[in-house]
Every structure is written in C-alpha cells, then in structure tokens.
C-alpha cells in the first residue's frame, strides 16, 4: 500500500501514532503533577525497562502533559562520564523561559537567571586538555549572582538551584519538572547529588520535580546512591504490550487511512513482535508496504516478515552489536549459548573458560555501553530483547 500513508514509525524515541497500554502510567502521572502543584507530599516517577519498550516515548508524553498544565519543562539525557551540571543548568533554563512570559515580577526572573548563570558557571570540571577550569557561557545574559548555587559542591549548588526555581514557580501556581532519559548513565557523584537535592525538596514541598527514564537497573543505582531514593520515586516499570494494546496499536492508526488487518495478521504479528513496542512499528511498518491491498492478511506478514527481521538485524541489533569490543562480543555469545533468561556470571566464565575476575572488563564495559545490566547480584542479562535469539542467529 501506499508508503506515503504508512503511518507507524520505528525508531529510538519517534511518537508512535497511537500510544496504547499506558493508561495506569499516564493516570498516574496526572495525579503527581496535580499534587505536586499544590504543594502535597508526592513522589515522583521513573520510568524503567528493556530497551525499545517505550520509556523515551512516554517521559516525552509526560512532558507534554506537565506543558499543558503550564508548567516549566526541561530535559537531559545523562551520558557517562558527563557531570549533570550544565545540561541541567540548561534545561532549567528552558523551563524558566516557558514560564516567564507569564510571571508579572520580572526581577523575580532576573534573579533566578543570575542564580542559574552562576550554578552553570561553578563547574569544577577542567576543560578538555587544560587544567584550569573554563569558564562556560551559558548564554544567560544577566550578571551572575554571588553565593548561591556556586559553591562548587554539586549536592548544595542543586538543591538552592530547585529550591529557587521551585519557588518561582510557585508565584505563578504551577510547577516544574526536569525529565532525565538513561538515568542509569548519571556518573556516581551526580546522582547522589541529585537525590539529595530531591531529598530535600520534597521535604520543603517546593513543585520542582525530577521524572527519569532507564534501564531496569536503574532503581538498584539510585538505592546504591541513596538508600531513602526508594521514598523519594515510584518506579513504573514499562514492558511489553499485552495483546490487545498491541492490536490496538497496530489497527487504530491503519483504520484512521481506512486499512485494516485480518485476526489471523493479527495473530501472526503477535506472535513475531512479540508485544515489544518497536518490533511492532517495526513490522507493522513493512507489513503496511508490502500489503497490495486492504485487509492486511497473515500471507502478507509472512512475506513481511524477512525483511522486517532484516531492518531489525541491522538498526536494532545490529548497531548496538557493533559498539562491542572483541572481548565483550565473546562475552555476550557466551550469554546467549546459555538462554534467555538471566544468567550467573560464573556460568558465563565457565563457558568461556576463564576465571570469572578476568571477565569483569568485559562485563562492566558492556554495562557501561548498556548492552547488558546486573538483574541481581552475580547475575546478567541482556537489555536488549530478544538479543540472545539475534546472536545464536548470527554466523560466528
Ligand atoms: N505504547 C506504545 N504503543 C505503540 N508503540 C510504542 C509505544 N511506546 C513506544 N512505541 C514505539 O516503540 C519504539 C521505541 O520507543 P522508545 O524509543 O521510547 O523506547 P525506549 O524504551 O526509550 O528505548 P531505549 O531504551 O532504546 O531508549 C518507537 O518506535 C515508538 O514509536
Ligand atoms: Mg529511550
């Protein structure tokens, strides 16, 4: 059928034309930002999963559902090894200025951006290649303020940043929140930071709120860091579509350009996609291309179906595959000739044949890469699904 008109859209992070299965998430979430904005205690969410199942997708549904309500938003995505200091300082930023235009006290603003301009500024970090720090333009043109948020010490510098902020958009009766994805990745020092300001905010009843997306370690991380983290977010973990949300999925957006499936299309989708949101952008998209003609049949999906597994080997498999080195290829074969299910590290070490404290560059570079996550202590597993069926299917 027409591929102008093909309506699903694989691809890390992309709207999917019709969001099903997030109902109790997206309820959820409305009560927190409702709460939040009228000073009760509230947790805030994170968001957690395999890769592919929709978290990016739904931490930006979220924002826009705290835009709606005007708040102020911003947003990060956490890179190893990169302190959070400056995108937060401009993701504040952004947050500030939706909420500016409507605040009447603008020296109110002009104070806050002073306060900003400094916690950006106080950034230890020595610039690449030199020893003494520079000085970063954050391209906030008003004078620095002095004695606030730029002590240098990220954990103060945070909280007197979110308290102020909070307190700006307390004026205007709205809130803001600071959406964080591959919250896994926020080096060590930063997130206990960062819980800790969290920590004290909700004490305070500010409505500044910090909404994160990862991996499903992410929860084992933030508890490493700070044992109360469990109080301070309630964790929705995000998973496979069950049947009729992934029906829903594929038929709504198809319906809307008057296409639709058989049961038994329906039913072999299911069955190769597994529920997993991008596998079914993935094959509802060459199925929609490759179908002559409405209703979409089963006899399509199995012609469909070679070439979606294709597009999935090289764009979903494939590009993580290749950010391995040799040795943590090895490592994830091992895992993969051993199952699907999480499996102990030693077991990995004796089917590789090595003792298990040689193995540990390996494994943590691919924790590192986010390619695999510690389940439990002692044991791994892929993060992405449906990676081990990928490998045994490879040729060595
Ligand atoms: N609820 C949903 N219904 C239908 N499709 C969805 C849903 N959620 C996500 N998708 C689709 O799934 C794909 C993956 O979404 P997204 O990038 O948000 O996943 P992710 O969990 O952030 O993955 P990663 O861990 O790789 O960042 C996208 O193509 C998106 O359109
Ligand atoms: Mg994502």
């Not at 008109?5 to 992070?13: D, L, S």
């Not at 954050?138 to 308290?163: H, K, M, N």
């Not at 999480?342 to 494994?363: H, I, M, W, Y």
Request: glycine share 8%.
């Amino acid at each position: 059928m027409d591929p102008v008109r093909n309506p699903y859209a694989p691809g890390a992070g992309q709207r999917p034309p019709e969001l099903t299965g997030r109902d109790r998430e997206l309820q959820q979430f409305d009560v927190v930002l409702e709460r939040v904005a009228r000073g009760r205690p509230e947790r805030s969410m994170i968001l957690t999963g395999l890769r592919g199942v929709g978290k990016t997708v739904l931490l930006n549904t979220f924002r826009s559902m705290a835009i709606q309500k005007l708040w102020g938003t911003g947003k990060i995505e956490a890179r190893p090894d990169q302190s959070i200091r400056r995108p937060v300082a401009s993701a504040l930023h952004m947050a500030i200025r939706e909420l500016a235009p409507r605040h009447r006290a603008p020296d109110r603003i002009e104070e806050f951006l002073g306060v900003l301009k400094a916690f950006a500024q106080a950034d230890a970090e020595p610039a690449k290649g030199k020893t003494a720090p520079r000085r970063w333009n954050p391209g906030i043109d008003v004078p620095a303020a002095r004695g606030r948020a730029d002590s240098g010490d990220l954990e103060i510098d945070l909280t007197e940043l979110f308290v102020d902020a909070a307190s700006v958009a307390t004026d205007l009766g709205v809130g803001i929140a600071l959406y964080v994805d591959e919250m896994q990745d926020i080096p060590a020092d930063d997130v206990s930071a960062l819980c800790a300001a969290c920590h004290e905010l909700s004490q305070s009843g500010g409505p500044l709120i910090v909404v994160g997306a990862g991996l499903p370690h992410l929860p084992a991380v933030l508890s490493a860091s700070k044992s109360y983290s469990e109080r301070l977010f309630r964790y929705a973990r995000i998973d496979r579509l069950d049947r009729d949300a992934a029906d829903l999925a594929l038929l709504a957006p198809a319906e809307r350009e008057g296409v639709t499936f058989t049961e038994d299309a329906l039913d072999a989708l299911y069955q190769a996609a597994d529920g997993y949101p991008y596998f079914v952008q993935a094959y509802g998209k060459v199925a929609w291309d490759i179908a002559p003609e409405t209703p979409i049949s089963d006899g399509d999906i199995r012609v469909a179906a070679p070439e979606a597994e294709g597009e999935l080997a090289v764009g979903f498999f494939g590009s993580r595959y290749e950010r391995a080195t040799p040795a943590e290829r090895d490592y994830m074969r091992a895992m993969a000739s051993l199952g699907d299910e999480p499996v102990p590290t030693a077991n990995v070490a004796d089917e590789l044949g090595r003792k298990p404290s040689s193995l540990s560059p390996a494994r943590d570079g691919l924790i590192k890469k986010g390619l695999i996550y510690s389940a439990e202590r002692g044991l791994v597993a892929f993060t992405v699904p449906h990676f081990g069926h990928f490998l045994r299917s490879q040729p060595v």
